[in-house]
């Protein structure tokens, strides 16, 4: 008989529903049908089910301890719709009883009702897209949501969850360095669990990217986007957050585990079109495209568009640049461990010039980033590209 190793694992679920697109998002998403989501997730379901073979088959025993329902926006799934998908995912793969089960929602979809339901479904933790806590901005980034609303549904989501996260973006066209204070003094009296914080990004082909290009407002220069990020990571740390990745705050013991699977270069495998998964040092991702992705599945084919092998000189260098996005760095002796060799001695070149200019620290047997390579963190991830 084949012995089962047992192996952990995140599973990210993309439903790529919207009731309208925010005018700053790029990730792959279709309007809002009930029945192409019902029939939708019975092809979700076809793609666990395949995986699920598909890994046992390896004897593999996988142990799911992290599952992340990202979108679009997964909120728009009924509490139902969702225990039917978490019963699947329990039956098809083992759950580890402390399992992390995070569910993205907007403000505006939610209700105490909604709440109580997903709750009971198996959802632990919600990750609440509120952005702003400024009615202008708000509009300017296509939310469907005000400032009082964010106020009271974030309110509501605690009494249902002891752990929940908010999104909030800055260097928002025409928000001054006050009005992001604003925000953030909002966002600390509503003293939620852990905050994500985004500079905002024109991506090409997004309503706010043809804005741009037909004149109507002007991007945030880079000395105030910095200003606005050093002014959170004071105000959040004084607060009682810690700082533990570059765009991540956490009060004790309520960091994403499901993020950090992703930082520490640890498995994952995603379902859903446009979907990414890394497994056994291979990178794949699927179809950004609903009727393909279905098709794909009809077919009885997973719907995966393309599969890169990452060599081991890859794998070092993406273990050490992701590993950098968490402020306690990259363990020197776990380097050690995964690839026998020296992270110091092999990246020596590429330390000392990064030493010199301030961007990384190395002590206690880890390598991280400076305050100041917090700022330029991408020129310091550049440094390890192979």
């Known amino acids: 008989m084949m012995k089962m190793n047992k192996d952990t694992l995140g599973l990210y679920l993309h439903i790529p529903f919207c009731q309208g697109k925010c005018r700053y998002c790029d990730f792959y998403s279709v309007n809002f049908e009930q029945a192409l989501l019902e029939k939708y997730l019975s092809y ?41 998908v978490l019963d699947l995912i329990s039956q098809e793969f083992s759950l580890s009883p402390l399992a992390e089960v995070s569910l993205e929602v907007n403000p505006s979809s939610l209700t105490g009702e909604k709440l109580q339901a997903y ?33 009271e549904k974030i309110e509501l989501a605690g009494r249902y969850f002891d752990n929940y996260s908010i999104d909030l973006i800055y260097a928002i066209p025409d928000q001054e360095l006050a009005d992001w204070e604003r925000t953030l003094q909002q966002a600390i009296q509503l003293s939620p669990y852990h905050v994500s914080l985004y500079s905002l990004q024109i991506e090409e082909g997004t309503p706010l990217a043809s804005s741009l290009a037909a004149g109507e407002f002007e991007e945030t220069d880079n000395s105030l ?12 740390r004084a607060s009682g957050y810690e700082h533990y990745e570059i765009s991540n705050f956490a009060r004790n013991g309520y960091q994403s585990r499901h ?128």
């Not at 708000?138 to 939310?143: A, D, E, H, K």
């Not at 986007?225 to 959040?236: G, H, P, S, T, V």
């Open 225 to 236: 986007d910095a200003e606005m990020y050093l002014l959170a990571r004071q105000f959040l």
């Open 44 to 84: 979700l379901k076809k793609e666990l089910l395949s995986y699920s073979i598909l890994l046992q088959g390896k004897g593999r025993k996988v142990e799911l301890e992290t599952i992340y329902f990202g979108g679009g926006t997964p909120g728009l799934l009924s509490a139902e719709e969702l225990a039917q």
């Open 259 to 386: 993020n950090r699977l992703y930082w520490e270069f640890r498995p994952y495998l995603g379902v859903g079109p446009g979907s990414h998964s890394f497994m056994g040092g291979e990178r794949f991702w699927n179809h950004a495209d609903l009727s393909l992705y279905m098709e794909k599945l009809n077919q009885g084919e997973l719907p995966v568009q393309e599969r890169i092998q990452l060599s081991r000189e890859e794998q070092m260098a993406e273990m050490v640049f992701m590993g950098l996005r968490l402020l306690e760095g990259v363990s020197l002796t776990e380097f050690y461990k995964m690839f026998n060799v020296s992270l110091t001695e092999y990246y020596a070149r590429e330390i000392e010039k990064l030493q010199s200019q301030g961007l990384i620290t190395i002590g206690n047997d880890r390598i991280s980033l400076t305050e100041k390579g917090l700022l330029l963190g991408n020129l310091v991830f550049m440094e390890f590209l192979p």
């Open 119 to 151: 709750r009971k479904s198996g959802i632990n933790r919600l990750s609440i897209g509120v952005q702003s806590f400024n009615d202008r901005e708000l509009s300017f980034l296509g939310r469907r949501h005000d400032a009082r609303e964010a106020r």
